[in-house]
């Protein structure tokens, strides 16, 4: 069968979307990310079931584990139709944009054939249980442990940081499964049922008061051998896929997005009607500010057309999409902050009616996770450097060592 | 330079780098640096033999023929240039030439035309007066009918080649709008005053029209009408200047980054240190930005995108705050070197900040930039 034209596609999709998915309630965002309830999560699912119904869920993946095998070009037009409409933007990340991507790349026809086309119904949502308390930018320094027990692997230790893996069905979990190999080559990367007896979910509510995030407790957990991912011993091939995707999610360059926030990213619309409701479209410095964060937006876009070609040409190397993720994260940073000067005093003391400028306070506190999830801009910094620049890689003390004898936290003070 | 050049823009950029790099060395421009005009006028002949002048320039009147794709070859010519440092009123030559080519009068295009394809003549553009302010909405200089034609008179200034133009196209106020004036350098109560400048070889002058009488001939474009001209002008001249920009600041981070390899302190490549890396990741990261918003601006006019003014404005004034920066930070990479006047770097220095300032301020375009998001609902403004 010959692929769709964009167009054709696009005047498909605008009349489907009319016809079946409800309209966003005028100027609300379309992404509250302050308060995603269980509600909100079952509201998800039923749309991107809806969607899947339709013919327009999983665009850009393969026909054969359910999507629909079309091209980003038809992705972006759909991105584009959908945004007057309420849409399942749950999904997009780490779901649609990191881990099925992951496994469409590393997992067996197995897992691809089981666990795909339940994502893309609608039917399962994913985290990912990466970082531990004792780091997050050393991914590789994994101290979570698998062992063989014969017939299972058996998971102990924590991981941290997992959006919302309270509602959320499996994770894709990165475990060391042998101490006395060097570090990257004693970890293996595992799917792993979150609401089982062994799993204990501990939500964490964070320094804006919203509760995304979550820490796991793993006592014996058993996971069956067919749930690795790629091979034993071999997770650090398919964490690095993982990464790689992450990148493309948080840059904003991943094909695989269906809608977005509209309000946080794509447009400047927030802050506008932030100013004139502030009585400041006349002021100098307010007009500065909001040009900036157009000029940024629109620069961040053109720079992820940019990258991507170069990496599509071979210009750039893969590993490019660090450019976009330290892009996006100081960009989001003085987004943040030119939303809270505009806000005011609004932002640090209001009626309790007349709350809606207070997000701009809680989004300054909270300003600084824009250059931390999804890889640190620091670790960004070391990529772009090392990796596109060829400079010299850090000194590490642990290369070469059994990881057994890598020296590690010696307090766990947390203030 | 986008990442997916077509096979002739490639050859374009090829053949632009080997003129560029055999002609005019950066030490050549050194040179020149004592030359009055800042370019040798029979270097320019064999530059505009390459095509430079006439990249704007419909078939018919001798030109490149490319259509509005020009302005994709004059972004990777002004890069180019960017990248050397390099002298010559290329930029303004081709913009009026494309005007004339665009809407000048059929004299125009048979006379001045083609003196400026084959760069026997120099064109440039009187725009700004004097004020802050660029936009072509600043324009204040009047043009009065007369029983024998117009009369010009007001100041232009600073105006980019004007000691070496042979002829000006002038923009001034008539007839309720903006009208354009191809008048030659020459003619009586024309005052040319040449300035001192910031870059070495780009040079700037004080352009006086006292009572200039010209002909109805002399108009370009309709008259009282001009406004769309006069705002493709100012986007191309924005988007040149970003390319340019960024051309300059890519090839300082090259060279900057070579010597971060070759310099060691305490036993150690400069190259090693995280601290140096992780500004190298910024500047990295700016770059490419410059790179991508400069070229999307110019494939938007090449695309006569109504989005193109918006876009010209955005890569002006993102480029405008972040080229500078990006070799100001390389000069902190060099240490002492770096603010001598033997290391080449402030010449690059010199252009991007002289690019930052002319057709515009980073302000001035962030403030067009507001007005379109406040003040005209969903709406272009010029």
Same mark, same amino acid.
């Given at each position: 069968?010959?692929?769709?034209?964009?167009?054709?596609?696009?005047?498909?999709?605008?009349?489907?979307?009319?016809?079946?998915?409800?309209?966003?309630?005028?100027?609300?965002?379309?992404?509250?990310?302050?308060?995603?309830?269980?509600?909100?999560?079952?509201?998800?699912?039923?749309?991107?079931?809806?969607?899947?119904?339709?013919?327009?869920?999983?665009?850009?993946?393969?026909?054969?584990?359910?999507?629909?095998?079309?091209?980003?070009?038809?992705?972006?037009?759909?991105?584009?139709?959908?945004?007057?409409?309420?849409?399942?933007?749950?999904?997009? #990340?780490?779901?649609?944009?990191?881990?099925?991507?992951?496994?469409?790349?590393?997992?067996?026809?197995?897992?691809?054939?089981?666990?795909?086309?339940?994502?893309?119904?609608?039917?399962?949502?994913?985290?990912?249980?990466?970082?531990?308390?004792?780091?997050?930018?050393?991914?590789?320094?994994?101290?979570?442990?698998?062992?063989?027990?014969?017939?299972?692997?058996?998971?102990?230790?924590?991981?941290?940081?997992?959006?919302?893996?309270?509602?959320?069905?499996?994770?894709?979990?990165?475990?060391?499964?042998?101490?006395?190999?060097?570090?990257?080559?004693?970890?293996?990367?595992?799917?792993?049922?979150?609401?089982?007896?062994?799993?204990?979910?501990?939500?964490?509510?964070?320094?804006?008061?919203?509760?995304?995030?979550?820490?796991?407790?793993?006592?014996?957990?058993?996971?069956?051998?067919?749930?690795?991912?790629?091979?034993?011993?071999?997770?650090?091939?398919?964490?690095?896929?993982?990464?790689?995707?992450?990148?493309?999610?948080?840059?904003?360059?991943?094909?695989?997005?269906?809608?977005?926030?509209? #309000?946080?990213?794509?447009?400047?619309?927030?802050?506008?009607?932030?100013?004139?409701?502030?009585?400041?479209?006349?002021?100098?410095?307010?007009?500065?500010?909001?040009?900036?964060?157009?000029?940024?937006?629109?620069?961040?876009?053109?720079?992820?057309?940019?990258?991507?070609?170069?990496?599509? #040409?071979?210009?750039?190397?893969?590993?490019?999409?660090?450019?976009?993720?330290?892009?996006?994260?100081?960009?989001?940073?003085?987004?943040?902050?030119?939303?809270?000067?505009?806000?005011?005093?609004?932002?640090?003391?209001?009626?309790?009616?007349?709350?809606?400028?207070?997000?701009?306070?809680?989004?300054?506190?909270?300003?600084?996770?824009?250059?931390?999830?999804?890889?640190?801009?620091?670790?960004?910094?070391?990529?772009?450097?090392?990796?596109?620049?060829?400079?010299?890689?850090?000194?590490?003390?642990?290369?070469?060592?059994?990881?057994?004898?890598?020296?590690?936290? #010696?307090?766990?003070?947390?203030? | 330079?986008?990442?997916?050049?077509?096979?002739?823009?490639?050859?374009?950029?090829?053949?632009?780098?080997?003129?560029?790099?055999?002609?005019?060395?950066?030490?050549?421009?050194?040179?020149?640096?004592?030359?009055?005009?800042?370019?040798?006028?029979?270097?320019?002949?064999?530059?505009?033999?390459?095509?430079?002048?006439?990249?704007?320039?419909?078939?018919?009147?001798?030109?490149?023929?490319?259509?509005?794709?020009?302005?994709?070859?004059?972004?990777?010519?002004?890069?180019?240039?960017?990248?050397?440092?390099?002298?010559?009123?290329?930029?303004?030559?081709?913009?009026?030439?494309?005007?004339?080519?665009?809407?000048?009068?059929?004299?125009?295009?048979?006379?001045?035309?083609? @003196?400026?394809?084959?760069?026997?003549?120099?064109?440039?553009?009187?725009?700004?007066?004097?004020?802050?302010?660029?936009?072509?909405?600043?324009?204040?200089?009047?043009?009065?009918?007369?029983?024998?034609?117009?009369?010009?008179?007001?100041?232009?200034?600073?105006?980019?080649?004007?000691?070496?133009?042979?002829?000006?196209?002038?923009?001034?106020?008539?007839?309720?709008?903006?009208?354009?004036?191809?008048?030659? @350098?020459?003619?009586?109560?024309?005052?040319?005053?040449?300035?001192?400048?910031?870059?070495?070889?780009?040079?700037?002058?004080?352009?006086?029209?006292?009572?200039?009488?010209?002909?109805?001939?002399?108009?370009?474009?309709?008259?009282?009408?001009?406004?769309?001209?006069?705002?493709?002008?100012?986007?191309?001249?924005?988007?040149?200047?970003?390319?340019?920009?960024?051309?300059?600041?890519?090839?300082?981070?090259?060279?900057?980054?070579?010597?971060?390899?070759?310099?060691?302190?305490?036993?150690?490549?400069?190259?090693?240190?995280?601290?140096?890396?992780?500004?190298?990741?910024?500047?990295?990261?700016?770059?490419?930005?410059?790179?991508?918003?400069?070229?999307?601006?110019?494939?938007?006019?090449?695309?006569?995108?109504?989005?193109?003014?918006?876009?010209?404005?955005?890569?002006?004034?993102?480029?405008?705050?972040?080229?500078?920066?990006?070799?100001?930070?390389?000069?902190?990479?060099?240490?002492?070197?770096?603010?001598?006047?033997?290391?080449?770097?402030?010449?690059?220095?010199?252009?991007?900040?002289?690019?930052?300032?002319?057709?515009?301020?980073? @302000?001035?375009?962030?403030?067009?930039?507001?007005?379109?998001?406040?003040?005209?609902?969903?709406?272009?403004?010029?």
């Amino acid at each position: 069968m010959s692929t769709e034209s964009v167009e054709d596609f696009r005047a498909r999709a605008r009349e489907w979307l009319a016809a079946n998915m409800p309209r966003r309630a005028p100027g609300a965002p379309a992404w509250n990310a302050m308060d995603v309830s269980e509600e909100d999560a079952a509201r998800a699912r039923e749309l991107q079931r809806k969607l899947y119904d339709g013919g327009f869920a999983g665009l850009c993946y393969p026909r054969e584990y359910g999507g629909q095998g079309l091209t980003p070009a038809h992705q972006r037009a759909f991105t584009e139709e959908c945004r007057p409409y309420e849409m399942p933007l749950l999904f997009n #990340t780490p779901t649609f944009t990191i881990i099925a991507p992951t496994l469409l790349d590393m997992g067996s026809e197995a897992q691809k054939r089981r666990h795909l086309p339940a994502m893309i119904r609608g039917d399962e949502l994913w985290v990912q249980f990466m970082s531990e308390p004792s780091g997050g930018s050393d991914l590789a320094g994994a101290l979570t442990s698998a062992k063989w027990d014969g017939e299972n692997w058996r998971l102990n230790g924590s991981k941290i940081w997992s959006s919302y893996a309270y509602f959320s069905d499996y994770a894709i979990c990165l475990a060391r499964t042998d101490w006395d190999a060097v570090k990257h080559q004693g970890l293996t990367m595992f799917i792993v049922k979150i609401h089982q007896p062994g799993v204990t979910v501990k939500r964490i509510r964070q320094s804006d008061g919203a509760i995304e995030f979550c820490q796991e407790f793993f006592d014996d957990v058993p996971i069956p051998p067919e749930n690795v991912i790629g091979q034993v011993n071999d997770g650090w091939t398919v964490a690095q896929r993982l990464l790689h995707h992450e990148r493309s999610s948080t840059g904003g360059s991943s094909p695989y997005a269906s809608g977005t926030a509209g #309000t946080r990213k794509e447009s400047v619309d927030d802050l506008v009607e932030l100013a004139r409701r502030a009585g400041l479209t006349g002021d100098w410095k307010a007009r500065q500010q909001l040009a900036e964060a157009y000029v940024l937006q629109t620069v961040q876009s053109q720079l992820v057309d940019r990258v991507v070609k170069g990496m599509e #040409t071979g210009a750039l190397p893969t590993t490019a999409g660090a450019l976009l993720r330290l892009f996006s994260g100081t960009f989001a940073v003085r987004r943040a902050t030119i939303g809270f000067e505009l806000a005011g005093p609004d932002a640090v003391a209001w009626k309790a009616e007349e709350e809606s400028a207070s997000r701009y306070g809680r989004g300054y506190v909270f300003r600084q996770a824009s250059c931390l999830g999804g890889g640190s801009t620091e670790m960004q910094r070391n990529i772009i450097s090392e990796r596109i620049l060829g400079m010299p890689r850090e000194p590490a003390a642990d290369r070469g060592v059994p990881f057994k004898d890598v020296r590690r936290n #010696t307090g766990m003070s947390r203030r | 330079m986008h990442f997916d050049p077509s096979e002739e823009q490639q050859l374009f950029l090829d053949s632009t780098r080997r003129f560029l790099e055999a002609e005019t060395p950066v030490s050549t421009v050194r040179q020149l640096a004592e030359h009055a005009g800042g370019f040798d006028r029979s270097w320019w002949q064999r530059a505009a033999a390459l095509g430079w002048a006439s990249l704007l320039v419909a078939e018919a009147d001798g030109g490149a023929g490319l259509g509005d794709e020009g302005a994709i070859y004059l972004g990777i010519l002004a890069e180019e240039m960017g990248r050397l440092v390099s002298p010559g009123p290329v930029l303004p030559s081709a913009i009026v030439a494309g005007t004339l080519s665009r809407c000048g009068r059929t004299g125009q295009r048979h006379e001045a035309l083609p @003196a400026l394809i084959s760069g026997e003549r120099v064109a440039t553009w009187c725009l700004a007066e004097g004020g802050r302010r660029w936009s072509p909405g600043a324009v204040a200089m009047k043009a009065e009918r007369t029983p024998r034609g117009i009369r010009l008179s007001g100041l232009k200034t600073p105006v980019e080649a004007g000691d070496g133009a042979d002829l000006l196209l002038v923009t001034a106020r008539s007839d309720g709008g903006l009208s354009q004036f191809l008048v030659p @350098a020459d003619s009586p109560g024309v005052t040319v005053e040449p300035l001192e400048g910031l870059d070495l070889v780009r040079r700037f002058a004080e352009v006086r029209f006292d009572d200039v009488e010209v002909p109805e001939s002399a108009l370009v474009g309709r008259c009282g009408d001009a406004a769309a001209d006069v705002e493709r002008q100012f986007q191309l001249a924005m988007a040149l200047a970003s390319a340019e920009s960024a051309g300059a600041a890519g090839r300082v981070l090259e060279f900057t980054l070579e010597w971060a390899f070759d310099r060691f302190s305490f036993g150690r490549p400069l190259a090693s240190y995280q601290a140096l890396k992780h500004r190298f990741a910024d500047m990295k990261t700016w770059s490419e930005a410059c790179h991508a918003t400069a070229s999307a601006a110019l494939a938007a006019i090449a695309a006569g995108d109504p989005a193109a003014g918006r876009l010209a404005r955005i890569a002006k004034s993102y480029t405008g705050d972040h080229a500078p920066e990006i070799i100001q930070d390389c000069v902190q990479m060099h240490g002492g070197i770096g603010v001598t006047w033997e290391h080449d770097i402030h010449l690059y220095l010199r252009r991007v900040a002289t690019n930052r300032t002319m057709y515009g301020e980073p @302000a001035e375009h962030r403030e067009a930039i507001a007005a379109m998001l406040l003040d005209v609902a969903g709406g272009e403004a010029a």
